[in-house]
């Protein structure tokens, strides 16, 4: 118990008190939360609204496009347009809560303040279901796609040389990532850019089956449970614009702008999946084949862009998507879930030694170093199953779709219930509907999933039991100091 909070000395829990944070400022002082600063404040708006995009791949569509298309009886297009609404909710959450503590930790810090402890502890070790896996799935699905485009060179040797680079990029600092991200959006705008021009132009030949509606609405295939269960397979591409908050520490921004970039990431990416998408459908060679058979080999895309404009097209896409998700998309996820772990760390939630920062980069070193250890590992295992990028997939949607349940409860509890919040919109209808959708969305989720992420969540329930019978119940820093300040209720001076 007192383990998380013996750090924080009297004067600071004195700063705490006299000194109510204010989120609409610039880099609030993490230690008016009872921590100290310890990452690097570097990142702007356009850094962080980049590092969303990245997280989620602005070609992400491209990797799964044919299992959308057929999940939704050709409405690919419709997937996307609602998987972004439903997502919406969830990111106008997300920015609530940053502004009442922008802080890293995502998940777990506004579940743990806004609810409380125990609870933050819990929904900090489902996203880890999320957070943990993403890397290795990344890395498993580029490795995969280079093999395909490079038979002599092994799956594993493309694995190990993923995860190496972006160790290495992310051990240099936010800065060095950043730089990075800059660079790999700029070549997935490009080559995006690319493939909608040569495949508007073959529309326009006659190519394909022409301009239509039909991805948006088909009425011989349409039926909302179809169109909703090809959603919980588009969120997929959209898991990411959370990443944003676990920059907190390392923007240079106000609190408000890490929400805005949010918001913004995720209408751009949503934008231009719903183009893509939308012209890929209409270039799919073989579309009964495809809604009858689904698309095991992850290759409708690629067929799609050869229709179009040859080979050259599909490969390009395909070495596009191999790049995007095995260095930008997992570099990024790396950095996020090293975030997560340090987070944990400093409250001693998780092995002390994930909260060490590596004083030259400021980056959390052993956290990084032990994200890269297991996303090599899961790799390698899930790379030897022939089932692996599936399960692999249904793992990370139920892991963060389950998190963000309790995130938007950590809204209602924090502004409704503790500090009276009138702004019925944002603080109850919003969070509510967004509890509802991801609810839909986890019930409806593959009984595999479920049975592994139940039994993840048990895992959790038996450390938390563990901290409790060894004195070190889940506690933050500052956090009494700091209810009292957003309540305006008098608190004594410790002795």
Not at 377 to 402: K, Q
Request: aromatic share 10%; charged share 10%.
């Amino acid at each position: 118990m007192g383990g998380l909070t013996c750090g924080l000395t009297s004067s600071r829990r004195r700063r705490a008190v006299t000194q109510p944070p204010d989120p609409s400022q610039a880099g609030v002082p993490v230690e008016r939360f009872g921590y100290r600063q310890e990452l690097s404040r570097t990142l702007s708006f356009t850094d962080l609204l980049i590092y969303g995009l990245i997280f989620m791949v602005p070609i992400a569509p491209f990797g799964i496009f044919g299992s959308v298309y057929a999940g939704s009886g050709g409405m690919v297009a419709l997937a996307y347009i609602i998987g972004m609404v439903a997502m919406m909710f969830t990111a106008l959450s997300y920015a609530q809560m940053v502004r009442a503590f922008p802080m890293a930790g995502s998940v777990y810090t506004y579940a743990g303040r806004g609810i409380a402890p125990p609870v933050g502890f819990l929904a900090g070790w489902v996203i880890l279901l999320d957070y943990v896996l993403v890397p290795g799935l990344l890395y498993l699905v580029a490795s995969v796609a280079m093999h395909s485009l490079v038979p002599g060179v092994p799956v594993w040797v493309w694995l190990a040389a993923f995860v190496v680079l972006n160790t290495v990029v992310n051990y240099f600092g936010i800065r060095m990532t950043a730089r990075v991200n800059r660079v790999m959006l700029a070549t997935e705008v490009v080559i995006l850019a690319i493939f909608l021009v040569v495949g508007v132009v073959a529309l326009a030949q006659g190519k394909g089956a022409g301009f239509s509606l039909r991805p948006l609405f088909d009425a011989d295939t349409f039926s909302w449970p179809l169109v909703f269960g090809a959603v919980s397979i588009a969120v997929l591409s959209f898991l990411g614009f959370d990443g944003i908050s676990m920059l907190a520490e390392e923007s240079r921004e106000e609190a408000r702008q890490i929400g805005r970039a949010m918001v913004g990431a995720l209408l751009l990416a949503g934008a231009l999946f719903v183009v893509q998408t939308w012209v890929a459908a209409l270039l799919v060679p073989d579309a009964p084949s495809l809604l009858d058979n689904g698309d095991p080999e992850g290759t409708a895309f690629y067929d799609a862009a050869r229709a179009a404009g040859g080979a050259w097209l599909a490969g390009l896409t395909a070495l596009a998507t191999a790049i995007a998700w095995g260095f930008a998309n997992s570099l990024v996820a790396q950095a996020a879930t090293s975030r997560l772990l340090y987070a944990m760390a400093r409250d001693r939630q998780m092995p002390r030694f994930l909260a060490r920062i590596n004083p030259k980069h400021k980056v959390p070193a052993n956290a990084t170093l032990l994200v890269a250890a297991i996303s090599l590992a899961l790799g390698l295992y899930m790379a030897s199953r022939d089932d692996g990028i599936s399960l692999l997939s249904t793992l990370v949607n139920f892991g963060a779709m389950t998190a963000f349940l309790a995130l938007h409860v950590s809204v209602v509890t924090h502004y409704v219930v503790r500090n009276g919040s009138r702004d019925w919109l944002r603080h109850l209808v919003v969070p509510v509907i967004g509890f509802l959708i991801l609810l839909y969305v986890v019930i409806n989720a593959k009984v595999a999933a479920q049975v592994l992420g139940f039994v993840w969540l048990g895992v959790g329930l038996l450390v938390l039991l563990a901290f409790y019978l060894t004195g070190r119940r889940p506690e933050l820093a500052a956090l009494v100091d700091v209810a009292h300040e957003s309540t305006d209720e008098p608190v004594k001076e410790p002795h």
